[in-house]
């Protein structure tokens, strides 16, 4: 048999050993274990942590108390930023303009709530004062919520959203707040919130049934209209021009005479409360127009005279024959 004894050569100062045997040897310096080397343990350095200074928060400096006369100069300021952004409100005449005016309104309350709260009123009007400011807020959101409504054709015109927003809970707690703070001080008779008008219930006017206003006549024609469970006014008109406004209370029907020759396109609208000066319903407002015109015409012969008439159902009919289409609100004809 043969043994296969493995060598090992180690160099040590130079020297050139064998070792057999599969043994190890050291070389100079150091213990060992074993007859093995150990490992040298790495030289560790202490370090010091590196201080990072805080910087001093630099406190917010206190408002000065202002005069009386400040005071109501400030409150004069609130109220003549606020008091176009509800006349907008009040002046707005589709859904689109006046979800538009309400949010305006909403930002320049919460500007104004902003510039308030930081300053420091006259001792005897601080509780008030910071009822003013929460005032604001409340009334903003209420404004943000109608805005919505509007956007929703809930709200109209201004003719409903105006009495909406001045009969809110923000409305009312705001005409608090401007009541404590005009009986604050006895010497000095603060005024505020005149930008928002007295609280009022929602209108329900109804014109009688017929013809609004002016229109061109002097045909033979002959429309009668039926409405459905809601009010509505329909309109004839040709080349621009107003032929004729019918208001149709909810349920009844209405024939109106005299129609013109020509051909017509029809719109209607439908809603509660109309307003005349806007000529439009200013809640719960839709918008539609009937595919197909009207063509009206007069026919005369020597024994009898021929003439055209149509009757319109605004809601759905077994056999009707006429389909309609929604219609933008600001699009659709006012006179």
């Not at 919460?110 to 400011?133: F, K, M, Y």
């Not at 595919?291 to 077994?318: A, E, N, R």
């Amino acid at each position: 048999m043969i043994f296969l004894r493995s060598r090992l050569l180690v160099m040590c100062g130079g020297v050139l050993a064998l070792v057999a045997g599969g043994l190890a040897t050291s070389c100079g310096g150091g213990g060992s274990r074993d007859g093995l080397p150990q490992p040298t343990s790495p030289t560790s350095r202490a370090s010091s942590p590196i201080a990072t200074p805080t910087p001093t928060p630099t406190p917010s400096p206190t408002p000065t108390t202002i005069t009386s006369g400040e005071y109501q100069t400030a409150l004069s300021v609130l109220d003549s930023a606020l008091a176009p952004r509800f006349s907008a409100v009040f002046l707005s005449g589709t859904p689109a303009a006046l979800s538009n005016a309400f949010k305006s309104a909403a930002g320049e309350l919460g500007t104004q709530g902003l510039t308030l709260s930081r300053i420091r009123p006259p001792a005897n009007v601080a509780s008030a004062h910071q009822d003013l400011v929460a005032a604001l807020s409340a009334l903003k959101s209420d404004l943000l919520n109608l805005a919505g409504d509007a956007r929703d054709h809930t709200l109209c015109t201004g003719g409903a959203g105006m009495p909406r927003a001045a009969s809110g809970d923000g409305a009312r707690v705001l005409r608090a707040a401007a009541a404590a703070i005009a009986s604050a001080d006895p010497a000095q008779s603060y005024k505020v919130g005149t930008f928002m008008p007295a609280a009022q219930p929602d209108l329900n006017r109804q014109p009688v049934n017929g013809s609004l206003g002016p229109g061109k006549r002097g045909g033979l024609g002959k429309l009668t209209i039926k409405a459905a469970t809601t009010d509505a006014v329909i309109k004839l008109t040709g080349g621009g021009t107003l032929i004729r406004n019918i208001y149709v209370r909810a349920g009844a029907t209405v024939t109106a005479y005299g129609i013109p020759d020509g051909t017509f396109d029809v719109f209607f609208t439908t809603g509660t409360d109309w307003e005349a000066a806007a000529s439009r319903f200013t809640r719960d407002c839709d918008f539609s127009k009937f595919d197909q015109p009207l063509s009206y015409q007069t026919k005369y012969y020597s024994t009898q005279t021929q003439y055209t008439t149509f009757t319109l159902t605004l809601y759905k009919s077994v056999g009707g024959n006429a389909s309609t289409s929604s219609v933008d609100p600001d699009s659709f004809p006012v006179s």
